[in-house]
């Protein structure tokens, strides 16, 4: 009898666990595609989300494009049919020639030349002088650096011009007008590249510094071996924007250049624009023009664009 029932008992209980994995087996089945429902459900919105964002995208670069396209192919139309219907993109004849004769009656590459001496050399020292100063109020310690600080952002609230006069008192005293040297070194420093350097320095650990004061190495070691290499990207993009800036310069060249050799792009550009008392009658030159100073910038920015990019997401060196 007691085998009886210890054989009815176990029986009893595969029977019990042969329904369970059926039940289990069944709701796994109804459960599969449920799940794919539902996750083909809230992929369709992410999917509409993601679409809109790239059609928002390339509305909004269009956009910025445009005006640089309709001036590059406005360079290739005659002036009658510029103005006959400026919303004709491209040309009905493509006249080559303008690009020819708008060199031919301005030195041009003279200008794009001077105007990449003096903003090569100034980006230099701009990267030179902000890395340090950054340095200092980030990486060492000494009393009111937060003052200094301070007062060096105190100035970037200021408007440019108003330091027009007594930076050219200045160097009319040195005897550097009309010069590129008097152009460099009046542009040598940045507040701007002072603040940008210095919210990236922040973000280098300490531990990186104090190892290398440890194993003797000077504050100017440390800087230009440890703390730049740390940032790449950032140093990348503080240059590609402080030599735009100095390349578009006009104003203050304006102001201390009187020499058409030592002329720079933007003023060249003006030159031309006012020559022979036409006051830009041809606009398909002048759009010529416009175009030779912007190609070199874009070519400059299609070189950088990823190190640009991954600056973005430069946030230094944690422990």
């Not at 200008?111 to 990486?139: E, G, H, K």
């Not at 792009?265 to 002048?286: K, M, P």
Request: hydrophobic share 50%; with cysteine.
């Amino acid at each position: 009898m007691t085998m009886q029932s210890s054989d009815m008992l176990v029986g009893h209980r595969q029977r019990k666990a042969d329904v369970r994995s059926d039940n289990q087996g069944q709701n796994a089945a109804t459960a599969g595609p449920v799940d794919q429902e539902r996750k083909a459900a809230t992929r369709k919105p992410l999917r509409k989300t993601a679409m809109a964002k790239h059609v928002a995208l390339i509305f909004s670069g269009l956009i910025m494009v445009f005006p640089f396209i309709w001036m590059l192919l406005g360079s290739m139309k005659s002036n009658d049919e510029i103005f006959s219907n400026p919303l004709d993109i491209l040309p009905e004849h493509f006249y080559w020639e303008n690009v020819i004769k708008t060199f031919q009656l301005a030195p041009f590459g003279l200008y794009i030349f001077n105007s990449f001496t003096v903003a090569f050399f100034t980006t230099l020292l701009v990267i030179i002088n902000s890395a340090m100063f950054a340095y200092a109020i980030t990486q060492l310690r000494f009393r009111s650096r937060t003052l200094l600080y301070l007062l060096v952002m105190a100035c970037y609230m200021l408007p440019g011009a108003v330091t027009y006069i007594p930076s050219y008192i200045i160097l009319a005293k040195m005897g550097l007008l009309d010069s590129h040297t008097g152009l460099i070194i009046s542009s040598a420093a940045s507040v701007f590249g002072v603040f940008y350097l210095r919210q990236v320095f922040l973000q280098i650990h300490p531990s990186l510094v104090e190892a290398a004061r440890i194993d003797g190495a000077s504050e100017l070691k440390i800087l230009w071996a440890i703390v730049l290499p740390q940032c790449k990207a950032s140093i990348t993009t503080l240059s590609l924007i402080t030599f735009i800036t100095e390349y578009n310069s006009y104003l203050w060249p304006n102001l201390v250049i009187t020499t058409q050799q030592r002329a720079l792009i933007a003023t060249g550009i003006r030159q031309f624009f006012i020559a022979q008392g036409n006051y830009g009658l041809n606009w398909s030159q002048i759009m010529a023009a416009s175009s030779i100073a912007v190609i070199p910038l874009l070519i400059i920015f299609m070189v950088c664009q990823k190190t640009i990019l991954s600056g973005i997401a430069d946030n230094g060196v944690k422990e």
